[in-house]
């Protein structure tokens, strides 16, 4: 709840002239568009609103550090899509994508959008509820058994890489499949398969060279010995470079990402040190004796 606030003042576009990000033309705000499921929501404020859809739906069991929404922003890349003689109408495009995401969250669930048309290209942003109908077990006096109820639980929607990257995909999916009339759709390549696909280049390239030199040495080509030498050396040491700005992209992607279990979660990345489980457990043992 605590990071609704300025959220919506992004969205909304509530900031001080002075105070105004360097990214927002402000010549360009008066064309974004803010929209919300419910007409009785558009005069308070958002984290009111997702209250109010909590309540509505009646959400048991709400902690006090539960996500209760996730914003989600969806754009095409390519500035074509939204301009020119086949653009796309921006507002069209707030549409549609607010009935697909109603399809991932549930009817009702996307609770406002943002048309974003005074940054470097138009976005939206849209705010979900994240709820799930669990079946839960109870036990009371009367007996005990299941029932459902409605939960937060954003970890079923974006918890992991895994979850975040079946997101993408799907969501070009459907862009390719609903806007592909107007232009092609390409799925990015994770860093770590750039680099697989690249080194197997590579060693076939490489390769080749090494062929065409020794083929060169063997008929006594000594022109073309020293012009093959200085490509495979050109090449190789391009090559080596590219690899390792590839390797500092994967690992700057690695230390953002959650570590996985069996880490230290204090020291990020950092892999626990050995026996500090079983050092823990002597000092409580030591602690019972003392008493």
């Not at 308070?44 to 959400?59: D, N, Y």
């Not at 969806?74 to 707030?94: A, I, Q, T």
């Not at 200085?230 to 700005?245: A, D, G």
Request: glycine share 6%; aromatic share 10%.
């Amino acid at each position: 709840m605590g990071d609704i606030d300025s959220t919506e003042k992004h969205n909304a576009r509530r900031y001080d002239i002075a105070e105004c990000p360097e990214n927002i033309d402000s010549n360009w705000s008066a064309d974004n568009l803010t929209d919300f499921d419910s007409d009785e929501w558009e005069k308070i404020p958002l984290k009111q609103i997702i209250q109010q859809r909590e309540a509505q739906i009646g959400v048991k069991a709400i902690k006090a550090n539960s996500t209760h929404a996730i914003e989600v922003v969806l754009s095409v890349s390519n500035k074509k899509f939204f301009e020119g003689h086949n653009s796309y109408d921006p507002r069209g495009f707030m549409s549609n994508e607010w009935k697909w995401l109603e399809e991932k969250f549930g009817q009702g669930n996307v609770l406002a959008a943002y048309l974003h048309m005074d940054e470097s290209k138009p976005h939206v942003h849209f705010i979900v509820l994240p709820v799930r109908e669990k079946e839960v077990r109870f036990k009371n006096r009367y007996g005990e058994g299941t029932k459902k109820e409605w939960r937060l639980s954003a970890s079923d929607y974006v918890d992991g890489e895994d979850k975040l990257s079946y997101w993408q995909q799907i969501y070009f999916e459907h862009c390719r499949d609903r806007y592909g009339h107007l232009m092609e759709f390409w799925r990015g390549t994770k860093a770590e398969k750039q680099k697989t696909q690249y080194v197997l280049q590579t060693d076939h390239v490489l390769g080749h060279i090494r062929k065409q030199l020794e083929y060169a040495q063997e008929v006594q080509d000594q022109d073309k010995v020293e012009e093959l030498a200085k490509k495979l050396e050109n090449e190789s040491k391009t090559r080596m470079q590219n690899i390792q700005e590839l390797d500092r992209i994967i690992e700057k992607q690695s230390r953002s990402r959650k570590p996985e279990k069996g880490y230290d979660w204090t020291k990020s990345w950092k892999l626990a040190e050995p026996g500090w489980q079983k050092e823990k457990t002597q000092k409580k043992n030591q602690k019972g004796r003392r008493r």
